[in-house]
């Protein structure tokens, strides 16, 4: 799926934890990945420490909301260290291989989205849990799945 390469690393900086560095990166999410404008817009709004506190309360406190791909038990591999180096990228250590925004970045470097297209039922499950809490990272989501193919059965929206 060429082409959203930008959105995939822009999606992945959103879905990192709100600090310093993302609130500097901000107006350049914004203007690189249209299709995050509004939850870029919402971050930028919001006071530091209230969304670094929402960042917790979503995806820290509630296990539902799991970034980690290991957690919706999917039969489709999850991503390792090994992959990562056989496209040339290192992982830090500071997260699992399988954190959503460390493979939203090693799609937007290699244009690779088998990992994300694979695992497009717990990104959708995920999306729609995120929609339910009333949260803005759910708009997040929502940019990534548009781009990818529906999930094996077909659906779109599952619950």
Known sequence: MPGFE???QAA??????PDDAFRARLPLLREAAPQ???FADHAALSPP???AA?????????????LYLSAWREAAPTPSEELYRAH???TTGEEPPDFLPA?????????DTLLLTDHRDGLDRLRSRLTRFGTPYATVLDAVCVTLPPDASG????S
Request: aromatic content about 10%; charged content about 30%.
């Open 88 to 90: 040339g990228l290192e």
């Open 12 to 17: 992945a900086l959103c879905l990192m934890f």
């Open 6 to 8: 930008v959105l995939y």
């Open 155 to 158: 659906r779109q929206d599952p």
């Open 49 to 51: 420490r209230e969304l």
């Open 103 to 111: 493979v939203l970045e090693c799609a937007a470097r290699t244009g």
């Open 54 to 66: 929402h960042y917790v309360e979503v995806f820290e406190a509630e296990p539902d909301h799991s």
């Open 36 to 38: 995050l404008r509004e």
